[in-house]
């Protein structure tokens, strides 16, 4: 018995696997017997497109950003951080990463999830509280990840934020360094017109409180407590009230 195959065309971008030779049915592979004037038996094998292998190579490309902007909020010292995506694929999160005052030194300092899949634009926003005191020049850039682990960084923005005064202040807390007890103290009553007074305290650690009131005695025992609660270092208190903010460095000992 002798076999040929017959009617194979070249086709662009398909390899064509064929393992063994059988007259019996396989998928979309099919034999025929031929008649022969001999006393052979002769097969021609009929291999539809369905059975070759399409060889396809993948290129993974940087997402596409409509916007991406960061923005300094002076009213609570923070810088806002947003970006939009035009659509996604497999799109698994990002890592917004930070320098100051240069290019050369970044760290991570947040992780957003991202939508995964997505036709439509997608917004993205993070704020960052962790300015210097100092000011300077805050850079920031994404680290893009896929869910295949493949990454790709964002451009470079950045920010410019004014260092904390030290001229005339509103207010003052005192003793300052202190070993827990403090008092905040006003000192021009004519920046104050009976608004609420909202302070945030951060300690050494990051941990933080929120305090609200109009009584300034309240706030002074409120921190005094987070003082005494917590460990020895510098500690920043930021105090809004109306359109006004300021920022006071305090040493527990």
């Known amino acids: 018995m002798s076999y040929r195959v017959l009617g194979i065309k070249p086709i ?3 390899t064509c696997l064929l393992l063994s030779f059988s007259p019996l049915f396989i998928g979309n592979t099919f ?6 004037s001999s006393s052979k038996k002769e097969y021609e094998y009929y291999i539809s497109e369905a059975d ?26 923070t810088i806002k951080l947003k970006w939009t995506t035009a659509k996604e694929r497999d ?5 917004v990463e930070r320098s100051i005052n240069s290019i050369s030194e970044w760290e991570t300092i ?5 939508a995964g899949f997505s036709d439509n634009p997608v917004d993205y926003y993070f704020i960052d509280q962790g300015i ?81 009131s109009m009584d300034f005695n309240f706030i002074s025992s409120k921190i005094s407590s987070f003082l005494q609660r917590s460990t ?8 809004n009230w109306g359109k006004d903010s300021e920022w006071i460095k305090l040493i527990k000992n």
Request: charged residues 30%.
């Open 110 to 114: 947040d992780r957003i999830e991202a």
């Open 52 to 77: 070759t292998l399409k060889q396809e190579v993948f290129r993974i490309f940087p997402l596409e950003y409509l916007d991406y902007d960061a923005s300094y909020e002076s009213s609570n010292r």
């Open 132 to 212: 210097p005191l100092a000011g300077g020049i805050v850079y920031y850039r994404l680290k893009q990840f896929y869910k295949s682990s493949t990454f790709f960084y964002s451009g470079i923005v950045s920010v410019r934020v004014p260092k904390i005064s030290d001229s005339k202040k509103a207010l003052r807390a005192f003793p300052n360094p202190t070993n827990g007890e403090i008092k905040l103290e006003i000192l021009d009553r004519e920046k104050f017109q009976g608004q609420e007074i909202r302070v945030r305290v951060i300690n050494p650690l990051g941990e933080e409180e929120d305090y609200s």
């Open 232 to 239: 020895r270092g510098i500690y920043i208190l930021e105090i």
């Open 91 to 95: 799109n698994s999160h990002f890592e």
């Open 31 to 36: 034999s025929k017997e031929k008649e022969s």
């Open 12 to 14: 662009r971008v398909y």
